[in-house]
């Protein structure tokens, strides 16, 4: 059984297109007009073991947090999809992740109910037309979406690209070991017997 999720976001601020498999390699394009986000969304992709493609149009000339947000909005609830009732996954991934000088750790629960927990601090600034401050932004309405309780620690890093990318695959990994389907099981792994 394929485990996808397609989603369509229209407002008056974006357009966002995504799917996504979970049970990928990599594959996919990804356009969002913010090439930052389009470099993250690529190792998201890969080291989550996720195909993904993502199309989105936002209102760029007012910067980038309504395209940034939306397509976590977005990408969240195609995750939310493709889990299905969660049945036979893994539930908890973690990950550490070091860049260079940067180093991330991340926690993450499938548990049906979204919260974020973001530790540490982004020095201000952007890269591109991708302000620092857009990951925790993106990685809320990720994890609200998606209903996954996601826990993000920045332990170490001065270069803000160096620490965001690490913060990316961090997640990434995470996420594909929560995601994986345990050999043994095939039911919901939760004592209440639901994760929604």
């Known amino acids: 059984m394929s485990r996808t999720g397609e989603i369509a976001r229209e407002t008056g601020e974006t357009r966002v297109r995504v799917s996504l498999t979970l049970d990928g390699g990599g594959a996919g394009a990804r356009h969002t007009g913010v090439g930052f986000l389009d470099h993250m969304l690529e190792q998201l992709a890969y080291h989550g073991g996720l195909d993904l493609d993502v199309e989105a149009e936002g209102d760029l000339h007012a910067g980038a947090h309504h395209t940034v947000e939306d397509v976590g909005i977005c990408i969240g609830q195609a995750l939310d999809k493709a889990l299905g009732?969660?049945?036979g996954i893994t539930r908890y991934g973690q990950a550490t992740v070091p860049m260079d000088e940067a180093r991330v750790a991340c926690a993450l629960d499938l548990s049906g109910r979204g919260l974020l927990v973001f530790e540490g601090q982004l020095p201000p600034g952007a890269i591109g037309n991708y302000e620092h401050e857009l990951t925790e932004e993106l990685l809320r309405a990720l994890a609200s979406n998606a209903k996954v309780t996601l826990h993000v620690s920045i332990e170490a890093g001065s270069n803000a690209h160096h620490i965001i990318e690490a913060a990316f695959k961090a997640v990434a990994?995470?996420?594909?070991?929560?995601?994986s389907r345990e050999a043994t099981a095939d039911r919901v792994p939760s004592t209440k017997g639901t994760l929604t």
């Not at 990994?173 to 995601?179: G, K, N, S």
């Open 173 to 179: 990994r995470a996420l594909r070991v929560a995601t």
């Open 85 to 87: 009732d969660r049945a």
